[in-house]
C-alpha cells in the first residue's frame, strides 16, 4: 500500500511538475540579437599601480645651546632613518577594507601596547601612527586627519613638563603660543582649556568634509562618529616596529558611508598618512647653563637614546616626579608660555624643554601592557607637531563607488541576479560596468540563499540564479553557467600570547570543524553542566587536538573558542562544509558517537547527524542552571547562545574585523530600577592581544577585509590554504554532473515528500554544473576543500526574449571582461580565481559560453504545429517504445547548428512508471473466483449432497 | 467481508429446505453436527465409520456448498456492479451533473476555480473520435471518479492557461477513459468549462518511460487525461498501468491563482482512500443487522414474505458497500 502510494504521489508530482512549468511559464524567447557587451567602455579601468610606496629620510635634532644640531642617527647605520612605506593596494577601495602598510628602517619601538588602536595606542615609544586623512598629498593637513578621541589629537590644559611641542624646532612661534588651535567660535564653548592659568593647550581641531570644524578640545566637541563606542571600533592604529625595524599593519580605510565627517569617496581625495615617530626635534629656546647638565652630548656619543635608555631621563629619576607633581603644586607659576618654572633641583633647563629631549623609558622590543606613562616627545601624542608631520608619508588612495552607485546613477530598472553571497565582492565590482553603460543592462545582484534564489529564477520570478550546485528545476530545463571561481574559507582572527603579534597559520582539520560545529565545546562552567559532556575540553583551545596542530596559543578559554560563526539559513556552503566533513572518517565516527583519541565525545544532541545538509540546524535546547539572577530570568539554551549563527557571510566577515563574536550570552542586570531589570546581548568585542575567533567566510570577503583564512587538512598532516593555485587543483578534480547533491536522501532540498530514487535536474549534462568530490579532494594534496563555483543558473526553455538576452550577455561579460583581475569597475577583486580560455579554467570557460548561446537561442516549444510529423502512437501496445511527442524539436530547430538544436529541442525527464497490482488483478481474479466458487456449489449440491443422501 | 456477508445468503439455502420452523430446528442442529464430525475428522479419516458416512458428506457438503456459494456471490456481485451495475449508476450519475452543468453554464454560474466543492461538475468534456461525452467533476479521489471523471485539485481547469489534469477510470463504473489509449496525435477534445469552450489537439499517448511532453509555451493551455490500462488478454479489465494523453490548447482562459498546492495521497494517480474504513464497517455491521432480522423474521413469517421485504434492502445495502468498497480500492481502474 505505502509502494502504491509512493508511486502516485510520484505520478501526480510529474503531473503537478508539468502544470507549474506552463502557469510560471513567461513569454516564450525569440533569437535575442547578438550584442556582445564588448563594444561599451567600462567606467574606469584605467590601469593604475595599484601598490605604493616610498622612502623618507628621518632624523630626530636638538639644537645645542652653542646653535649646533645635534642628530640622532640610526644606530646602525650612523646615517639617518631611511624609512621605506609600501601599501599593497590603494586603488578603488571600499568602505572597511583593509590594506596592508608595511615599513622598513623605521625606529624600533618600545614599550608596546596592548591595543593598538585609537586612544589605547598611545602610550608607545617610537610607534608609526597610521591615520586616514582627507586630502591629496598636497593639501593633507592635520586637521583632515580622522582620530577617533580627544587625546589623540590635542593636548589640554597640560603641565609644562607635557608642553613638549612649545620646543618643536621646526614648529613656526605661532605654534608655541600658550594656547593653540581652538577655534576662536569655540572659546567660550571650550571649559577645559586653561586660558589664565598656567597649563599649556594644543588643539588641533578637526575639519569635516562639510567644512564644519569641531574644535576638538574635550569629548562634546568631536565629530558625532568619534563616539566612544562607536558603531565601528577606531581604525587609526599605533603600530609597532620590530628591532629590526620593519612592521606592517592591516588598516582598515572607511568610506563616507562609514565615516560621514571624514567624507571620504569615490569623488573626494583622501590619504593614509603615515608618521613614524623618531622624537620630537627640541629647540634650545632658553639658554641653558653649561655646567652640568648635557643630556645629549653624552648620549651622541653613546650611539642615541635609542640604544640605551635616554640619560637624560633615567639619570634623574626624580626630575620626572617633579616634573609631573610641579604645575599643580605651584599654581603661582610662571605665566609666560614660553619660560617654564623652574624647578628646585637646579638644573636651569625649563621642564618643556626637558620633556622634549627625553629618549624613552622603554627599551625597543618591550612591552607596555600596564599603560605605564611613557615619554610624550618620542610617543604618538604628538603627531601632529611639525616635526613629526613633516616625517609623514601621504599614501594617496582612491574609494571605489558606493555600493549604492547604480541606483543613484541609474535610473532604469534593475535586472535582478538572485542568489549566492559567494559573489558578492565580485558584483560589487562589476555592477558599475553595467548600470553605467548604456549598452548593457541593469544588473543587479541579490543576495539570498542559493536554494531561494533557485526557485525564484525557476519560477519566472528572477532572470537567473547564482548557486553553487545544482537543484532540482521544474519542468523547464536549466543551464548552470560557470561565472566565478571561488570558495569559502575559514577565517579566524587569533593573538598570540604576551603581545606577540597574530597567528598566521591557523591549521584545521575536518574534526575540529565537526566539534565546533556540533557544539561539543562547552563554551564554559554553564556549558559543562550540560549531559554527556562533562570531560570534554571547554573551547578550541583547551582541545589537545587543537593544540598539537597549533602549538604556542594560549589556553585561556574563552566562549568565542566554542562556537564557529556560522550561516543559520541553507546555503551551498554549509553543504561544502559539511560534505567535507562528511568525508572525513575521523570525524563522521566522532560525530556517530565514537570518542576522539583524547577523550572527547560529541554533543549528544547532535550525535548522528545527518551529512552533508544545506542547512545546520541547532539542536541543543540545554538550559544551565545558574545562580545568576540576570539568566535565571531569562532562561536560554547556552549552547544556542554560543553558536548563534548569522544570516549572512558578510556579518560573519565584519565580526571578524572587529574581533566581535556573536556570542550572545551577555547578561546584564540593572539593579537601580525595581524590580532589576536586565539586558540580555552579544558579548563585548575582544580585545586586541586576546582575541580568538573563528567564523565561515567568503574568499571574496576575506580578501577584501584583509582577514586570514585556515588552511584545512586534506591528506592525513597536509594542510591547504586557499589560493589560486589550490583554487586550480581544486578544480582539476571536478566533474560536470547533473545530480541534485543530496537529492538522493531527500534530505538537501528540504522536500520531505520528493520521489525516492534521486530525481536529475532538466537540464542537459553539458550545460550541468561541475561537482568537486571531496573524497578526491581528501587524496589531493594541493586541493582546497573549499573551493566553489558559482555558476549563474537560467532557463534554457520559457525565459521572457528579454531576460535571455540580458542573462547570455551578463555571462559572456562576466566571463571575459569580467575575469580581469583587478580593483576597477568591472574586474574581479581578490578571492577569486579567473575564469579564462587556457588552463584548468578552460573547460569552464567553454561551457560558460555554451550555456550563454544556449540561454539567448531559447524559442519556445511549439510543438502543435510539429504535431502532423510526429510518428503515430499505437494503442495497443503498452509496451511499445513509444517515439516520444516531446523529443519533436521546437520549430525553427534547424536553422540553426545542431548544437542550438538540441538546445531548443529541451531534453526532458521520463514519463514516471506509475501502477498498480491492486488495480491490474482484482477484476480478473473477483471474476474468477466467483466463477470457481460458483461451479464448486453447483458440484457440492448436484454431485455430492444428493448421492450422500441417497 | 467475505464471512460477514455470508449470514444472510445462508438463509436461502436453508428456506428451500422446509418449513418455517422446522429448518429453525434442523438448521441448529446442523450448526452442531457438522463441528462434531469436523472434529472426529480430525482425529480420524472417514474409514473407522462408515455407517455415519452419508450424513457426515451431507454435512461437510452443505458447509462447502454454503461457503463457496458466498464467495461466489460476494466475486461476482462485486464484479457484477464494479463493470455493470457501477455502469449504469454512473450514467445516472451523469445526467444528473449534466443537468446541473447545463444549467450553471447557461446561468454564468459554472464554477472557475481555484477551489471548487468536491464533487461539484466543473466542465464537459467531448472526445468525438471515441464518442465520448463526460462531466467533469472536482476531485480525483476514488470515490469522486465514481461519478465520471476528476479533475486534479491541484491543476487548473481544463482549457484554462496551464497545465490542466483529469483523471478517468478505466474499466470500472463505465470505464469513461477506457478507449483513450486509443487516441492519436491530432485527435480532438472539446471541453467546455465556465469560461467558455476549448478544444485542445491531442499531443500524443504517454507511458512510463517516455519523456514528458516538451514545455508548454505561456498562454496556451494543456490538459492531461490519465487513466490506466492493462496488458495482455484480459486487458479490458486489468487496468493496473497509468497512462497518459497530453494535449494542448493554442488559446487559454485566465487560471485564477491560489490553487492548492499538493492534494492529499487518495486524490493522486492510482490513489486509495483509507478514510473509507470507517465507513465500510458501519454498512457490513448494517448487512449483518439485515442477516440477524432475517433469521428472526424467518420463525414467525415464511420465507416468501421475510425474502421480500429483506431483498431490496440486501441488494441496496450490497450496493452501497460495494461502492465503499471502491473508494479502498485505486482510484484510475
Redesign the interface.
Known sequence: ?RN??L???L??M???G??????G????AKPAQDEKGKDGKDGQSTAVADSWSQTKEMVRRFAEADGTLYEFTNPDTGAPYQVTVSVDHTQNLRGRERVEISWTGAQPSGGRAADPYGEKGLQQEYPVVIMQCRGTPETVTPETCWTSSVAQRSMISQPASAAVWLHDLDAPAADKEKVVGVPAADKDACKQVDWNGPAYTRVTPFVAASGKVYAACDSEHMPPEAAVDSAFPPAEVTAFTDASGKGSVQFEVRSDVENESLGCNQDTACSIVVVPIVGVSCDHNVPAPTSRQSPTGSASVTGGPTATADPSGSGSPSATETVTSSPSSDPSGSPSPTEDTQPDDGNPMPLSLRGCRRGGRFLPGTSNGAGEGIDLSVGPRLWWSASNWKNRFTVPITFGPPPDACDILDSRAPTGFYGSELLAQAALQWAPAYCLNKKRFKFQHNQMPDQAGFSLMDNGGGAAALVSSAYESG??PVGYAPTAVTGFSIGYVIDRPDNAGEYTDLRLNARLLAKLLTQSYPGSDLGRAHPGMEDNPLALMNDPEFKELNPGLSEITQEAGAALLSLSNSADVVYQLTDYIAHDRDAMAFVNGQPDPWGMVVNPSYKKVDLPRAEWPLLDTFVPQTHDTCMQANPAPYFTQLAAPVTTLRKIAEALLDAWPNVQTRCDTDVSTNPPTFKLGRKARQGYGTRFMLGVVSLGDAERFGLRSAALETKPGVYVAPTPDSLGAALKLAKQSAAVPGGDAGKKKGAGKTAPQARPTTGPVKYAPYVIDQAKVRRSAKAYPGTMVVYTAAKL??LPEEDAAKVAQFIRIATTEGQRRGSGNGQLPGGYLPITNQGVTGELFRTAQAVAGAVEKQK?????EE??S?P??D??H??I??V?????P?AGAGETSVDAATGE????????????????????L??L??????A??MV??TV??P???? | MTALVDPPETAPELGAAGSAAVPARRRAVRVRRPRRALGGRARTPRRPAPARAPEQVEALGSVVSTATTMIALVCLWLAAQMLLLGGIAQERSQDLLYREFRTQVAGATAPVGPVTPVGEPVALLTIPRLGVEQVVVEGTASGDLLAGPGHLRNTPLPGQAGTSVVFGRAATYGGPFGDLPQLRAGDQIQVVVGQGRATFTVLGVRRAGDPLPQPAEAGTARLTLVTAEGSGRLRAISPGEVVYVDAEAESAFPTPSGLPPTVPDPEKAMGTDPGALPLLALCLALLLALTLGVIAARQKWSAVHVWVVASPLAIALSWATTDVVMRLLPNLI
Not at chain 1, 18 to 23: D, F, M, R, W
Not at chain 1, 860 to 864: G, L
Not at chain 1, 929 to 934: C, D, F, M, Y
Open positions: 500500500m502504491l502510494r508511486i502516485a504521489l505520478c501526480a510529474l503531473v503537478l508539468g502544470g507549474l512549468s506552463v502557469v511559464g513567461p513569454v516564450a519542468s523547464d526553455a520559457n519556445s516549444a511549439q510543438p502543435q504535431m502532423p510526429a503515430e502512437v494503442p495497443d503498452a509496451d517504445a513509444d516520444p511527442v516531446g523529443a519533436v521546437a529541442a529541451v531534453a526532458m525527464p521520463q514519463t514516471q512508471a506509475v501502477g498498480s497490482d491492486l488495480g491490474g488483478r482484482l477484476l480478473p473477483l471474476i473466483l466467483g466463477l470457481l466458487a460458483g464448486l456449489t457440492v449440491r455430492v449432497i448421492r450422500s443422501r441417497r
